[in-house]
């Protein structure tokens, strides 16, 4: 099993920033994909970023390309992202999940951070 707990949501102004923190626990965290989703009200979860054991990041282009950074501190079994220049349309509960590498089966969730972008 391993347990994911996020933190760093809240409320942020249009153009503003946030960083999100998901501490694992509970398995060897450099044998896991790390991963952000998010879901906006009335809408399906999707894929935000993820991060490779060794520090290979993916993103959705088309939606937050250029803007988010995700990022890993394998010391610290934490994974983050970065979020600049935030649009109401980033609106959304904010998962962290984790994929045991190399299979892209994402197994393990947290519970969820809201973010909310005031225009």
């Known amino acids: 099993q391993v347990q994911l707990v996020e933190s760093g949501g809240g409320l942020v102004q249009a153009g503003g920033s946030l960083r999100l923190s998901c501490a694992a626990s509970?398995?060897?965290?450099?044998?896991?994909?790390m991963g952000w989703f998010r879901q906006a009200p009335g809408k399906e979860r999707e894929f935000v970023a993820r991060i490779t054991p060794t520090g290979a990041m993916t993103y959705d282009r088309d939606s937050v390309l250029g803007r988010f950074t995700i990022s890993r501190d394998n010391a610290k079994n934490t994974v983050y992202l970065q979020m600049n220049s935030l649009v109401p349309e980033d609106t959304a509960v904010y998962y962290c999940a984790a994929a045991q590498y190399p299979n892209l089966n994402w197994k393990y969730w947290g519970q969820g951070t809201q973010v909310t972008v005031s225009s």
């Open positions: 509970g398995r060897t965290f450099v044998d896991y994909y």
